[in-house]
C-alpha cells in the first residue's frame, strides 16, 4: 500500500492506478473497425446489387423466350393463311378467272363474226366455293398481346385481315349468283347467259357474276401479298429478339421464314401492285431479303 500511496501537502494521493487490469487491454483501432464495416456494407450492397441483376436478368430472359414462342406460332399462323389462299387461288379461283374471260373474249369474237350459223355455245360451270376461315383472331392475339411487332406488321395484319372478310363476303355472293342459274330466279327477261356475259336486256346490263369474279381475284391477291408482308415483318422481329437473346443467355435460337413455290411468278402479287399501300411502309431493322422458290417452311 505505500507503493500505491505517497502523501503530498498531507495528502495521500494514488501513483497507480486503482484498475490496473484495465491497462491490459489492447488498444482499439478506429480505422480497422471502419474499413471491417465499410467492407461489410459493400459486400451486402453488392450481393443485394447481384441478386437483383441476377432475378431481373432471369424475368428478361423468360420475357424474350415467351416472345420468341408467340413470334413462331405467329409465323405457323401466317404460314396458313398464306397455304389457304394460295390453295384456293390456284385450285379455283384463277381458273374461273381464266374461263370467264376466255368465254367474253370468244363471245366478242362470235358477234364480230357476219355469219352467224351456229348459236354461241357456252358452259357455265355450276361449282361453289368454300369461304376461307384462316386464324385472323388467333393472329391478333398473339401480335398484340405477345410480342413487339413494327408498325409494318401491323398495317399488314389489320389490311390482311379486312381482305378474308371482303374475299368471303364475294364467295357469299357469287354463289348466290350460281343458286340463281341453278334455280332459274333471276330477273324478268334475264338468263344465265346475260349474267354471265353481261348482255344487255331492255337496255339494262347486269353484272353482277363479272363482278364476284374480280372481287374474288382481287381480294385473293390481297390476302395472299398482304399475309407475305406479315410473315416478313414476325420473321424480321424474330431476328431482333433472337439477337437480344443470345446476348443475354449466349444461347442460340433458331427463326423461321417464309419461302413460296412460285415458278411462273403469279402466286403472290409483287410490290408494284400495292404501290400506293407500301409508300407507308417503313424500313425495318434487320430487315431481310426473302426470295422464295418453295412452299415450305426454312430455318435460318
Known amino acids: 500500500m505505500t507503493d500505491l500511496w505517497n502523501p503530498t501537502n498531507g495528502i495521500y494521493t494514488a501513483t497507480a492506478p486503482l484498475l490496473p487490469v484495465i491497462t491490459n487491454f489492447p488498444s482499439l483501432d478506429i480505422g480497422v473497425w471502419s474499413s471491417a464495416l465499410i ?13 437483383g441483376r441476377i432475378a431481373r436478368n432471369a424475368k428478361l430472359r423468360d420475357e424474350l423466350l415467351s416472345e420468341l414462342r408467340a413470334i413462331d406460332v405467329a409465323l405457323t399462323l401466317s ?6 389462299a394460295g390453295s384456293l387461288k390456284k385450285q379455283f379461283i384463277s381458273a374461273i378467272c381464266e374461263k370467264h374471260k376466255s368465254d367474253l373474249e370468244q363471245f366478242e369474237a362470235y358477234k364480230a363474226e357476219k355469219n352467224k350459223n351456229i348459236p354461241f355455245s357456252l358452259n357455265i360451270e355450276n361449282l361453289r366455293i368454300q369461304k376461307i376461315t384462316p386464324p385472323i383472331s388467333e393472329l391478333q392475339s398473339l401480335i398484340f398481346g405477345s410480342m413487339n411487332v413494327s408498325p409494318n406488321g401491323v398495317r399488314s395484319l389489320t389490311a390482311l385481315a379486312d381482305s378474308v372478310s371482303c374475299l ?3 364467295i357469299d355472293e357469287y354463289n348466290a349468283i350460281l343458286e340463281k ?11 344465265s347467259y346475260h349474267f354471265y356475259l353481261g348482255i344487255p336486256v331492255k337496255g339494262v346490263v347486269n353484272n353482277e357474276y363479272g363482278t364476284s369474279v ?5 381480294y385473293v391477291n390481297d390476302i395472299l401479298f398482304f399475309a407475305r408482308k406479315l410473315a416478313d415483318c414476325l420473321t424480321t422481329q424474330g431476328f431482333n429478339v433472337r439477337d437480344r437473346f443470345k446476348k443475354l443467355t449466349g444461347e442460340k435460337r433458331l427463326i423461321r421464314r417464309l419461302a413460296v413455290i412460285d415458278d411462273e411468278g403469279s402466286l403472290i402479287p ?16 434487320n430487315e431481310n431479303a426473302m426470295t422464295s422458290k418453295f412452299w415450305h417452311r426454312k430455318k435460318t
Open 39 to 51: 467492407s461489410a456494407g459493400f459486400g451486402a450492397g453488392f450481393g443485394a446489387w447481384m441478386a
Open 79 to 84: 404460314f396458313s393463311a398464306l397455304n389457304v
Open 168 to 170: 368471303n363476303n364475294f
Open 181 to 191: 342459274f341453278k334455280n332459274s330466279e333471276l330477273p324478268e327477261g334475264f338468263t
Open 214 to 218: 374480280q372481287g374474288m381475284a382481287v
Open 270 to 285: 409483287p410490290d408494284s401492285d400495292y404501290e400506293g399501300w407500301m409508300r407507308g411502309w417503313e424500313e425495318d431493322s
